[in-house]
């Protein structure tokens, strides 16, 4: 039997002083393996101009890249805060000095 993965679910709001986005984040704790957090980033909304952003042929997109482009993007941190990398993740997608809310999504929000 494989082993179960404990997902956690967070909302993301990133803005500055006249555009905003807004995420979905899925974190998966022990993948890819022992001490490390496998994190899914999902665009729902958002304002930023992306256009200036493609995914090159000729080598792989960075993070900012796939996340600006696609609304989607992987990574991955050592064990530690989720709500501090899933920040730390936005702002080298959306520059550093964007705003940054991170908020769990419960499970009663979830359900009902």
């Given at each position: 039997m494989a082993p179960r993965i404990?997902?956690?679910?967070?909302t993301a709001a990133v803005s500055d002083s006249a555009t905003s986005a807004m995420l979905i984040v899925?974190?998966?704790?022990?993948?890819?393996?022992?001490?490390?957090?496998g994190v899914e980033f999902r665009c729902g909304f958002s304002q930023?101009?992306?256009?200036?952003?493609?995914?090159?042929?000729?080598?792989?997109?960075?993070?900012q890249e796939e996340l600006r482009v696609t609304w989607k993007a992987w990574g991955y941190f050592q064990d530690g805060s989720d709500e501090g990398d899933i920040e730390s993740k936005l702002r080298e997608a959306y520059g550093t000095r964007v705003k940054v809310d991170v908020n769990p999504l419960s499970l009663a929000s979830r359900v009902g």
């Open positions: 404990s997902t956690r679910v967070y899925f974190v998966y704790p022990g993948f890819p393996g022992p001490g490390f957090t930023f101009d992306d256009t200036t952003y493609s995914i090159p042929g000729e080598r792989q997109a960075t993070f």
